[in-house]
């Protein structure tokens, strides 16, 4: 149950962020949710191999080109998904990054009280 949750979090984080940056749209809720599982298995999938293939250039730069492979998985799904688009690199790093912020909020809520 808390996976669908999650599910219906990040697809709502993926909306409001489409209304909220121009160069990134979503045509429907539904494509929003399809948006969130992809987002989820090319994370789960696509992103260990890269981090473990760009480990010298995310060691030399102190970690911040995990933020690039953040965008690349960005731009992956508008490929993936038809009915969303994300304009360029920057738009896609933006949107990553906010996502990232949005779904830590969100996710925050469904997190139990450990002292009940």
Do not use: C, H, Q
């Amino acid at each position: 149950m808390k996976l669908i949750i999650r599910i219906l979090l990040s697809a709502l984080a993926v909306i409001i962020l489409a209304n909220i940056l121009p160069g990134v749209g979503v045509d429907s809720y539904t494509t929003a949710i399809i948006v969130a599982i992809v987002l989820g298995l090319l994370n789960f999938i696509v992103k260990p191999i890269l981090v473990i293939l760009t480990l010298p250039i995310t060691i030399l730069t102190l970690g911040l080109f995990l933020l690039i492979i953040n965008a690349l998985i960005i731009l992956l799904a508008d490929r993936f998904v038809s009915g969303f688009t994300v304009d360029s690199i920057w738009w896609a790093l933006l949107f990553s990054l906010l996502l990232t912020f949005l779904e830590s909020i969100f996710f925050s809520f469904l997190k139990e009280d450990k002292n009940s």
